[in-house]
């Protein structure tokens, strides 16, 4: 593959990322409890070179009526970012 098919694809995940849940703060993860936010930005993927991510920040935050998390990761291997949302919904008491 040559350098420019290889920057193509790396931007072609990259918008596939942004719309997957969590890729942007319109469509975040939904999770019950923050305890499982780790685990998951951890299995994302790097969008060049594949799942080698560490976090590196995590904000939280109020939107409305629930807890907002950003996390904001770093590939190990090259360097590249990605930021994943999450949204804390609690399971409503009866
Ligand atoms: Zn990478």
Do not use: N, W
């Amino acid at each position: 593959m040559s350098e420019r098919e290889q920057v193509k694809l790396t931007e072609t995940r990259r918008k596939l990322h942004a719309l997957e849940p969590g890729g942007s703060e319109d469509h975040p993860v939904e999770v019950v409890s923050s305890s499982v936010i780790e685990p998951h930005a951890r299995g994302l993927a790097c969008a060049r070179c594949g799942p080698e991510l560490r976090i590196v920040d995590q904000a939280a935050f109020v939107k409305g009526a629930h807890v907002r998390r950003r996390v904001t990761l770093r590939c190990a291997r090259c360097g590249d970012a990605r930021v994943a949302h999450y949204v804390i919904v609690q399971p409503l008491l009866q």
